[in-house]
């Protein structure tokens, strides 16, 4: 397991100290039939598990308690790794996922319009990706912004079409009709 896909926000403060050496993770889990998240105290570097507990306060009060405990008994002893064989197989994933990207409801009536392929060359694309909003008519020829006239093209297309004139493109549309 290489340590880098091992995502957690660093503890300050207190017990955990100052150099950022502790860490809250979190992973999903299934508990008693229910989705739920389990939250670990972990010291990356040492790829030790601290504490486990499906409530962050707890989580982070238990690991507390065994910071102290480890403290009081050997001044500055690493923690003893005997819990390390709790590290999961899959990533880590922060406590806050990032947010699904926003898709207007314009563009993602474009992309239904063009059944989620590119309009010139079929390719097809991914509603959440790189892809531009195509006058169909251009602008300059009367073509209007409503949806209909709107299509979805790939980059490439795209950038091939802004290199055309209107009328070329116009020409090139009617052909592949
Ligand atoms: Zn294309």
């Given at each position: ?100 990207p926003?898709i207007?409801?314009?563009r993602r009536?474009i992309y239904e319009?063009?059944?989620g ?8 694309l991914d509603l959440t990706g790189?892809w ?20 979805a ?25």
């Open positions: 397991m290489s340590e880098e896909r091992l995502l957690h926000r660093p503890i300050y403060g207190g017990v955990f100290g100052e150099d950022g050496r502790y860490a809250l993770a979190s992973m999903p889990c299934v508990s008693r039939g229910l989705y739920a998240t389990r939250y670990m105290v972990v010291q990356p570097q040492a790829g030790v598990v601290l504490s486990v507990s499906e409530d962050k306060v707890q989580a982070l009060a238990l690991a507390r308690l065994r910071l102290h405990a480890a403290n009081d008994k050997h001044q500055g002893e690493p923690i003893a790794a005997e819990q390390a064989e709790l590290w999961p197989d899959q990533p880590l994933l922060t406590a806050t996922p990032a947010p699904a926003y207007s409801r314009r009536a319009h063009s059944h392929h590119c309009h010139y060359c079929g390719t097809p790189k531009h909003v195509e006058h169909q008519l251009p602008r300059a020829l009367g073509g209007g912004d409503d949806t209909l006239n709107l299509v093209a790939c980059v490439p297309c795209n950038l091939t079409k802004s290199d055309s004139t209107a009328i070329e493109f116009v020409t090139r549309a009617g052909r592949a009709n």
